[in-house]
């Protein structure tokens, strides 16, 4: 749970033999992932409803009820409706938590010279995908892949404050964007260093590359010959417009805009062009590469519930 990782954390900070040298802290949340059953009782309390009588409380079996009862056709309004307050419950759990590790920060003496950078992993669908809902993995759906990304800072670490960005941007620009702010040479990885998304007033950016993503599952259908991803749902996002394709589940290539509730569009000439960029993408891919985990790696894996979402490295 978010508090018990905020506090190793901040335990962490305090064991640290040299104080005064730099600080690169990464704090991962899990309570957003399903089973959702970590917010205490006082935070629950502000955001699920008090009259709602169902089954549907976070646990590994209300999640169970959720998934095969959307998939059926039977779960019913509040059911749903309590789902997302459920979900949205450990997202607020997530938030106070924050606040309470970078509280533990500044008391701790790191309140100049301080960069934060706010992410999410991946979001979730919840019921909009009834043939898939309540997971992620299968989709690249933008309620899959469109996530926070927020950054601040103090001192030298400085960023404009209350700047909401347009352009389209990855998770792969973290990394290039945090050295960049730190004033470390060299990059990292084949991202952005996003310094040139908040330019002043009047300086016009270059406009951003196409953006893609892959699913992970289903597991058990990875590809043994190329990329292991190869075969599963991909998608593409440039120039306000976003093309998904998922053969693997059945499902064609769609052109969508990019915007809330992925709404659909007919542009055929965008489309094409979409497909093409997504081809160029796939035929770039690494080849096969073969599972190898330490005892250690699949203990970590088994106790976030991940195991069996990875296939041994014999085949």
């Known amino acids: 749970p978010a508090d018990r990782v905020v506090q190793r954390a901040l335990s962490a900070v305090d064991a640290r033999p040299r104080p ?26 502000l955001i699920m409803r008090p009259e709602y009588q169902g089954v549907v409380d976070g646990t590994d079996a209300s999640m169970d009820f959720l998934i095969e009862g959307a998939r059926a056709g039977t779960l019913g309004v509040g059911d749903r409706s309590q789902a997302r307050a459920v979900y949205l419950s450990e997202v607020s759990f997530a938030d106070q938590q924050l606040g309470v590790l970078l ?56 960023v404009p404050s209350g700047e909401v960005v347009s352009r389209v941007v990855s998770l ?36 951003p590359p196409p953006h893609f993503a892959e ?3 289903p597991s058990d259908k990875e590809s ?53 960029a997504l081809v160029a993408w796939d035929a770039a891919a690494p080849g096969f590469r073969a599972v190898e985990m330490s005892a250690e790696t699949q203990a970590g894996l088994r106790a976030l519930g991940y195991l069996e979402e990875v296939k041994p490295a014999e085949r």
């Open 20 to 45: 005064e040298a730099p600080l690169l802290l990464f704090v991962h949340c899990f309570d957003a992932h399903s089973p959702w059953d970590t917010a205490p009782a006082a935070v629950r309390g």
């Open 103 to 158: 509280d533990g920060l500044t008391r701790r003496g790191y309140a100049e010279d301080v960069l934060v950078v706010l992410v999410g992993d991946h979001g979730e669908t919840l019921d909009e995908n009834p043939a898939r809902p309540y997971q992620h993995g299968f989709d690249v759906d933008l309620v899959d892949i469109h996530v926070p990304f927020i950054v601040a800072g103090t001192g030298r670490f400085d």
């Open 172 to 207: 792969r620009d973290v990394a290039p964007t945090v050295l960049g702010v730190a004033g470390v040479a060299g990059g990292l990885g084949d991202g952005a260093d996003l310094r040139g998304a908040w330019l002043p007033p009047g300086v016009v950016a270059p406009p």
């Open 215 to 217: 699913a992970t599952k």
């Open 224 to 276: 043994t010959y190329s990329w292991n991803n190869l075969p599963f749902a991909r998608s593409v996002a440039d120039r306000g417009y976003f093309l998904r394709t998922a053969l693997i589940l059945g499902e064609r290539a769609s052109l969508h805009r990019f915007a809330p509730g992925q709404p659909d569009a007919i542009e055929p000439n965008m489309k094409g062009s979409l497909h093409e």
